[in-house]
């Protein structure tokens, strides 16, 4: 709540010390007994008054002690103005009412929110407020303005004070002789007038309505961007941490923002006192006349050239290889086979046959060679048989037998000597 307090004085133009959020927690806890609170609800009630014409007017307290005069003047101004809010204005004894915290920052939320109203139905309802600012009393308003400033510079310029029957040809001629004789004599303190020529009334009339559209254009691109600075800052507290700190980020935010104003100044005013100076323009776009600009303080020497360009990089090598053309295999060839050897003869030793590629087992007489074709002796001679990837020795007979991965190999005769009983060798060879 009271940030939306602080956000509503600042659209009202409030610039007293009660912008600071810490001053302002202070405040309000101390309600009445605080003369900057009593100086802000004065504030507020003062430009109710001007809007509304209220005839009941509050004054701001200078000590603690005047709190219930304060209170006392509030009522009627809150009964006038009907606050919805009683326990503010009625019940209880005076001196009870806005003790607490909550209930003075109800009051100027209550206060705030009713000035925006007033603004609001000044500009598009106005026959709806009792204003007792009447154009008469406007102008009233601004020529005394325009006296304190005329005031100023008559003194500064030494004049005494003017007689009431001289007019404002005869005024301005003399400060316009006066402020020239000191010109000459002090010409290096003010260069010489960006205007030089003299404008008709036509013209001034035409200068001042160019002026009201470009403040008009500027004060709205300048609250398009404080709208921007506002809504981004209010972005960064959706998180939940972030929620949890926004007092923090409201007294870092606030003091800086409050200097940010939307509304433009200049007027032809500002014209009038151009002086040649802002013909002086700092060129920003070249590396030696950015005289302001930090990078110009680091001087970077001439730096290798690293290439990178396209067009001087060698090609990649193909991902793939060249496709080249299946050579085919060579038609009709049969596979070879071969023949038998011949019989061994008879020996004295009962051992196994000779194995040709493979293993034997010579205490049996039995041999297996993998894919080869073997033959060999057994008991009295050797006779082979072959089939698939294995061949088999032994036998009575003497022969050979040829066969591989072809059952159907063919067949070689072997011879054998004989020599005793129970002994004999036998050699085949074959082919895969």
């Not at 103005?81 to 009870?96: I, R």
């Not at 009709?332 to 086979?337: A, F």
């Not at 009962?350 to 041999?367: C, E, F, I, L, T």
């Not at 067949?411 to 004989?418: D, V, Y």
């Amino acid at each position: 709540m009271e940030n939306d307090i602080l956000d509503s004085l600042e659209d009202l133009g409030y610039d007293g010390s009660l912008l600071d959020p810490a001053a302002l927690s202070e405040a309000v806890s101390q309600g009445p007994a605080s003369t900057e609170f009593t100086k802000l609800v004065s504030w507020l009630t003062d430009r109710l008054k001007d809007f509304c014409g209220l005839e009941e007017t509050i004054h701001a307290t200078h000590s603690p002690d005047d709190a219930a005069n304060f209170v006392m003047e509030l009522s009627g101004c809150l009964r006038e103005l009907n606050c919805p809010y009683t326990s503010l204005y009625e019940g209880g004894p005076v001196t009870e009412r806005l003790k607490t915290k909550e209930s003075a920052v109800q009051l100027l939320d209550y206060l705030t929110s009713e000035l925006q109203t007033a603004h609001i139905l000044a500009v598009k309802k106005p026959q709806e407020l009792r204003s007792t600012t009447s154009p008469d009393n406007q102008s009233i308003a601004n020529e005394s303005d325009i006296a304190k400033h005329l005031k100023i510079m008559l003194i500064a310029l030494g004049f005494p004070k003017p007689p009431a029957n001289i007019n404002s040809f005869q005024l301005f001629s003399r400060v316009e002789t006066k402020v020239n004789e000191l010109m000459s004599k002090n010409p290096g303190v003010i260069s010489k007038p960006l205007l030089k020529a003299r404008l008709s009334d036509k013209q001034w009339e035409q200068i001042m309505k160019i002026n009201d559209s470009l403040v008009r254009e500027y004060t709205t691109r300048r609250e398009m961007i404080l709208k921007r600075l506002d809504v981004t800052i209010q972005s960064f507290m959706w998180s939940e941490a972030a929620k949890k700190r926004e007092n923090e980020i409201t007294a870092v935010y606030q003091p800086v923002r409050k200097l940010l104003k939307a509304s433009c100044d200049l007027s032809v005013a500002d014209i009038l006192s151009a002086r040649e100076d802002l013909t002086y323009v700092h060129k920003t776009s070249s590396g030696d006349a950015r005289v302001r600009c930090a990078i110009n303080k680091v001087k970077i020497p001439k730096v290798p050239d690293r290439g990178g360009r396209v067009w001087e990089q060698e090609p990649p090598p193909p991902e793939m290889p060249s496709f080249q053309k299946r050579v085919d295999q060579p038609q009709g060839q049969r596979p070879q086979s071969g023949r038998g050897g011949r019989g061994g003869r008879g020996g004295r030793s009962d051992r196994g046959g000779k194995v040709q590629g493979g293993w034997g087992d010579q205490q049996q007489g039995q041999s297996y060679g993998g894919n080869w074709n073997q033959s060999g002796g057994g008991y009295g001679g050797g006779g082979g048989r072959g089939r698939d990837h294995y061949q088999q020795d032994g036998g009575h007979q003497g022969g050979g037998y040829q066969g591989g991965y072809n059952d159907g190999g063919h067949r070689g005769g072997g011879r054998g000597r004989g020599g005793r009983p129970g002994s004999g060798r036998g050699r085949g060879r074959g082919n895969y």
